[in-house]
């Protein structure tokens, strides 16, 4: 089936510094991803729809500046969280469509960041 | 905008009983697909319901779309520890809304 890799599992950061999260489609294609914050005993909320050679797609209330996005190819896409604070601290998911039914989606395992 | 609405938030089973979690939309969807996530782990993908009054089951699960496609439910027959974690509906209309999610307990 298909499998969506993501790295690292988890990361510990200082204020100020900039994290990068990398989420990979091992055996599909996948022009769309998605990355979802999730909070602690709540629900995935979508942050933006990553398009391959394109601009990402953000929801109303993220900022684009502080989440980057970059889907430089089929089957990579990066999330980079800028200038980390304690309130960024979260659960990041990725996740793609792998093709059964192309809006099914196949998650990562996550990236938990704790921001000190 | 679409909202995705799930109950109940929580639900604590005895061990061999039955239970039922129910997901409502407030627009019509394409289709409803509902997602597992364990304790610790990310959400992974149990089922997709598109037709209208459509009926899965899955062993001891089965899954309900509604004749307006506006809603659906999760029953679980005779609860197992397994089946521990949190049931997210998602409701597809142009984009994948997910509910809040149903945490389950169970108790031997």
């Known amino acids: 089936g298909a499998v969506v890799s993501q790295h690292p599992s988890w990361v510990i950061c200082k204020s100020g510094t900039s994290v990068k999260i990398e989420c990979r489609s091992l055996?599909?294609?996948?022009?769309?991803m998605f990355w979802y914050r999730q909070f602690p005993k709540q629900s995935l909320m979508l942050m933006a729809t990553s398009n391959e050679g394109s601009k990402a797609t953000y929801e109303q209330g993220v900022e684009k500046d502080k989440f980057l996005i970059n889907h430089a190819s089929l089957t990579l896409s990066t999330l980079t969280v800028t200038s980390a604070h304690p309130e960024d601290s979260s659960f990041y998911i990725c996740?793609?469509?792998?093709?059964?039914?192309?809006?099914?989606?196949?998650f990562g395992a996550g990236s938990r960041l704790t921001v000190l | 905008g679409q909202q995705v609405m799930q109950i109940p938030q929580y639900q604590h089973v005895q061990e061999g009983e039955d239970f039922t979690t129910y997901c409502n939309s407030s627009t019509t969807l394409s289709n409803i697909q509902w997602y597992k996530q364990r304790p610790g782990g990310h959400p992974v993908f149990l089922i997709q319901l598109v037709k209208s009054g459509e009926v899965k089951k899955q062993k001891r699960l089965t899954f309900q779309f509604g004749e307006a496609k506006k809603n659906s439910s999760l029953h679980i027959t005779a609860t197992q520890t397994t089946d521990v974690g949190t049931y997210f509906c998602a409701g597809y209309d142009y984009k994948l809304s997910f509910g809040a999610g149903t945490t389950v307990t169970v108790r031997a």
């Open positions: 996740s793609a469509g792998a093709g059964n039914g192309a809006n099914v989606l196949t």
């Open positions: 055996d599909f294609q996948a022009t769309t």
